[in-house]
């Protein structure tokens, strides 16, 4: 059965950074493409980022453009997204996911502190 774990977290101040992984198993990162979501308290679960894996083209939310950067390791089946001048409002829990399938992992936390 397929495994997404989420690592890198954590509490930071504004305009902080941190990168975040997200390890794939049992499927590969050559083979799908990846999406990374946030759900913050009292909101739904919102797209951030994603990156196909034909053409690795990159998708950002305008919230994020200039910000973030997602990448990826297919031989370690890791996706990343590298987090700078973090913000208060980007504050969430942070989930990857195959895109259009139903599989997700326990998600990382983060908080940036004003």
């Known amino acids: 059965q397929v495994q997404l774990r989420e690592s890198g977290g954590g509490v930071v101040q504004s305009g902080g950074s941190l990168r975040l992984s997200c390890v794939l198993s049992?499927?590969?990162?050559?083979?799908?493409?990846m999406d990374w979501h946030r759900e913050a308290p009292g909101k739904g679960r919102e797209f951030v980022a994603g990156?196909?894996?034909?053409?690795?083209?990159?998708r950002y939310a305008d919230s994020v453009k200039g910000r973030f950067t997602i990448s990826k390791d297919d031989a370690l089946s890791t996706v990343y997204l590298s987090m700078d001048n973090l913000k208060p409002e980007d504050t969430g829990r942070y989930y990857c996911?195959?895109?259009?399938?139903?599989?997700w992992g326990p998600g990382t936390q983060v908080t940036v502190s004003s």
């Open positions: 990156i196909n894996y034909r053409d690795k083209s990159l």
């Open positions: 996911n195959p895109r259009f399938t139903g599989y």
């Open positions: 049992m499927w590969r990162t050559s083979e799908f493409d």
